[in-house]
């Protein structure tokens, strides 16, 4: 048995899979001044009457580590940064104590100028008086060459135990970014450990073995041993979940459009030959653009909930929820009461009458009928959707490529069929295909889509490989591996050595 | 600041091609921009708000015929790795004149600046001319435009210099080592233009060992003064590097942070990599220089590792030879006019003679072109091109501007032509129109 959860801003949602059949969910509101004790109730719960010995393992997908950064309860971080020759980044939005150093090591990993150990002793004095407890060393091209960041770090370890190398979290190059990734990824540590800390102790006084996995923005999983040295890993998984979900109940081996639409938003992916596209660096967060690997998805102010209003003549639908829909009680009309009246949507006689009015004071500003207005809303939120998708295909499919080969026969993705989960989802299908003109599915199930998504995460590592043949030097920054070559290295035997 | 926003918005086209090479050892292979790529990269470019990456397009056989004559023709001269350099000139231009950017650098390779109007093969790394067929495609699809192209490339730019000789609209200015001592041996300051654009080819020889400031000065004291009075709508720079100290081929000591302050002062609209082959030392510093300069943004920091002032102090006699050198030039320039008169007076038409040596391929063309002095346009003109492998073509162009006389007189050559022609051309500009038989 599988145990998934998946933690959201509103909600957290729980399943028990075994043999892939859905055995038991929960789902409870989430206390965001105790994320442990939200998640711990509804694992509780979870759990009774389930034979806790048969769980093989835990998949979480937590907030904690957003929540840190998005509300700005992280932790001041101590900075020694290594700029090199460029831009004079200052990282000004790092909080805490930044400190640049001299020294350099160019784009093939070769030391050009040494460190100035004096500079890391001051840094060291400044970050004690100042009671910083998390550091973050960052040195440019260290992916290509660590040897800086990991020398500061045996300096600063007595001290400052939790210090991040910038090396260790993404073999990419984009130095800003590895300054913000492992600037974030110290400023959370605390957070994460705590969280991690109260999480195992009260599995254990629980009597539960079962290992625990951490679900990352990149939809795959790590041990909670990997998770405290890289907690910024942990942040914006959701969305990753709900795309598993989505690719557990519909697999599919072509491309397509993923939806999931909610009261306030509608999440978009895209699969690629049934797998999922991803950011091409990495994923940003309130406004901190980082290396951390994540799911393509981007969200849009476009639900079932979402205002409408007349402007002009032109229908506005979005970005702001105001409440629920005009049918429900709510204070103005929405996509929702346009679907109850076309009857794409089922509702009892007092709903229809309250969503026909809703309408009904839209249409009268148009001079359109109840019916006729709806049928115009659910145009407009049907072509607001399809522009957005195709702008974003034609961002994708125009992404930087290197090479003529690439250039001229490079995957394109042109999905050849439509995916939709939330709310309404199954009423909006029939119009998104044919707007789309493409099948559209909507899976039963859909509303546990989070916790099944987080439930079917597997490990996942990422690895970047450089074999330097002219230096004879190959590294894989991510696993620590610095190590000799010969010449006549192949891509071959580079791809050899990265599956190991 | 969360995000470092550029002051000008600028769109870059950088295609390395890392699956194409003139030869596996050769200095035009796929590695070139790899470092450049790393440095860029690392230098986290790409999340700068206000830069923008394009992906090339393919340039048309029609793109190339518009400014070239391949023997025997277009497909069986290029790869395809040419058209996408071309292409991906052309589309960082294109986003300049949509406004979509204020200014765009294309970092393509193969470079193009020693490819002349006539191609029987390739010349010092280049076949076709990136700029020419980037300017004159934006020209076909914008109208009309007064350009100045300045190349800063360390070789002389002969084949833009001949595909421009005889075109008062575009002004080429080359500055470079000195032809004496290298690479292709032409690029005097007697070097003038022709008939129809007497004085609008400007060659500035340099000699080696010159630096940031003799190189700035040229910028300072005479091409900005003489595109100040040329007022182009657009400015090109035929952004070779290999003026860096660092380069293999050439005995510059041009550095990353001139490079930057050169393109600051110059100001282009679009700037097109040529030349530079210290792949490793050299472009990474001098790219994200260039780049960050056209962008508005703080270049001072990007200095080469190994840089060491003292290393780099331009002798005295340099110095003052080529403010001498810029005082000739700008006299030159002022009297074009009159240079002109004593030229050409009286003529009706001018003949001239020369060899093309093809150091790339090993091939020698004997050139015999004859330019008509028309008082209504730049002129019809003709090339009578025999290369040692046994071809010999006839190319008869119509310029931009000419006069409905010289457009017949275009075709009528072109039709009564003999038949001892292996191939004869017509390139018709000012209906776009290019013809082979
Ligand atoms: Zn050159
Ligand atoms: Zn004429």
Redesign the pocket.
Known sequence: MIVGLDMGGTNIDAIVLDQGQIIKTVKKPTDRENLFQSIWAVLEELLVGIDKRKISRINLSTTVSTNAIVEKKADPVGMIVQRGPGLPYEFQSCTGEKVFISGYIDHRGQVVKDLDLREIKKAKDLFKEKHIKACAVVTKFSARNPSHEQRIKKLLDKEFPLTTMGHTLSGKLNFPRRVYTAYLNAAVSNTFQNFAGSLKKSLARAGIQAPVYILKADGGTMNLATAHEKPVETILSGPAASLLGLIGMCPTEQDALLLDIGGTTTDIFFLADGVPVFEPLGIEISGYKTLVRAIYSVSIGLGGDSRIRVDNGTIQIGPQREGPPYAFGGPTPTPTDGLIVSGLMKANGETLAKARQGMEVLGRQLGLSPEGMADKVLNAMGDMLKNKVESLLQELNEKPVYTIEELLYGKRIRPQVIHVIGGPAKAVAPLLSRKFNLPCHCPANYQVANAIGAALARITTEITLLADTARGFLSVPELGIYEKIGRSFTLEQAREKALK | MRTIKAKNKLGLVFFPAFDWAIHPTHSEREERLLYTQDQVFEEGIEDIAGIRFYNPVMATEKDVSRVHFCVPDVPSRLTQSHLVAAGGAIVALQKVMEKEVDKAFALVRPPGHHAQRIVHGSRGFCTINTEAIMLEKIRQMYGPLRVAIVDT???HGDGTQDIYWNDPDTLFISIHQDGRTLYPGSGFVEEFGGPGAYGYNINIPLPPETGDEGYLYVIDNLVLPILAEYKPDLIINSA?Q?NHYSDPLTRMNFTAQGYAKLNDKLNPHVAVL??GYSIEGGLPYVNVGIILALAGLDYSHVVEPDYREERFRQPKEITEYIARLCEVIYTYWKERDRLKEEHYKGLDHFERTRRVYYDTDGILENQAERFKICPHCSGVNTIDSRSDQGAQILAVIIPRDACPDCVDEGYKVYREATSRYSKIYLQDRVNDCFLAK
């Open positions: 490339d360390c070789h070779g290999d040529e030349g």
